[in-house]
Antibody
Framework: QVQLRESGPGLVKPSETLSLTCTVS????????WSWIRQPPGKGLEWIAY???????NYNPSLKSRVTISVDTSKNQFSLKVTSVTAADTAVYYC????????????WGQGTMVSVSS | SYELIQPPSVSVSPGQTATITCSGD??????ACWFQQKPGQSPVLVIY???KRPSGIPERFSGSNSGNTATLTISGTQAMDEADYYC?????????FGGGTKLTVL
């Protein structure tokens, strides 16, 4: 059974870079699209970016200038970097697997809370 | 950019039918998906490709999509169905979520 686990610092200072990693266990990262999605406290879901295991990517236009998604197939991991963070980037960050051919998500990580504060 | 609009809240009595809508321009030309999210938990996919239920999702959950509106219907609503529900679509190679609807069962 495929499981996803997010990892990374829970606290980031304003103007610095947020870095998170999603580790895929119980299955291969190959042949799937993988996404990052976030949810500010008390608010809705916001898709950030996706990456195919081969490395092709796409980003939410509203975040594109500050976000980079990458994949390491040797480690069965994919990662997210968000630069120049502000308090508005405070959120629970989820990684998720896309169902093949359906552009939606069948497996989610448990989420990791990231706070931006000095 | 494409927008999906949901009512902020819907209330339903136990055993009755709950209907949650999601509106977007010519939404019927895209596929609608629905997620259920309970407090402190990750979202769970309950409907995809307008009407399909993933394995393990009860039959009381159903979906439709026509015109500008997709609808999630929960028949015989149970207390355990109280949650936030999000619609989602795919547009111009990006993922779009609706703002979410809080379903209260009372």
């Amino acid at each position: 059974q495929v499981q996803l686990r997010e990892s990374g610092p829970g606290l980031v200072k304003p103007s610095e870079t947020l870095s998170l990693t999603c580790t895929v266990s119980g299955g291969s990262i190959s042949s799937y699209y993988w996404s990052w999605i976030r949810q500010p406290p008390g608010k809705g879901l916001e898709w950030i970016a996706y990456i195919y295991y081969s490395g092709s990517t796409n980003y939410n236009p509203s975040l594109k200038s500050r976000v980079t998604i990458s994949v390491d197939t040797s480690k069965n991991q994919f990662s997210l970097k968000v630069t120049s963070v502000t308090a508005a980037d405070t959120a629970v960050y989820y990684c998720a697997r896309e169902i093949r051919g359906h552009h939606t998500f069948d497996i989610w990580g448990q989420g990791t809370m990231v706070s931006v504060s000095s | 950019s494409y927008e999906l609009i949901q009512p902020p809240s819907v209330s339903v009595s136990p055993g009755q039918t709950a209907t949650i809508t999601c509106s977007g321009d010519k939404f019927e030309d895209k596929y609608a998906c629905w997620f259920q999210q309970k407090p402190g938990q990750s979202p769970v996919l309950v409907i995809y490709q307008d009407t399909k239920r993933p394995s393990g999702i009860p039959e009381r959950f159903s979906g439709s999509n026509s015109g500008n509106t997709a609808t999630l219907t929960i028949s015989g609503t149970q207390a355990m169905d109280e949650a936030d529900y999000y619609c989602q679509a795919w547009d111009s190679s990006t993922v779009v979520f609706g703002g979410g609807t809080k379903l209260t069962v009372l």
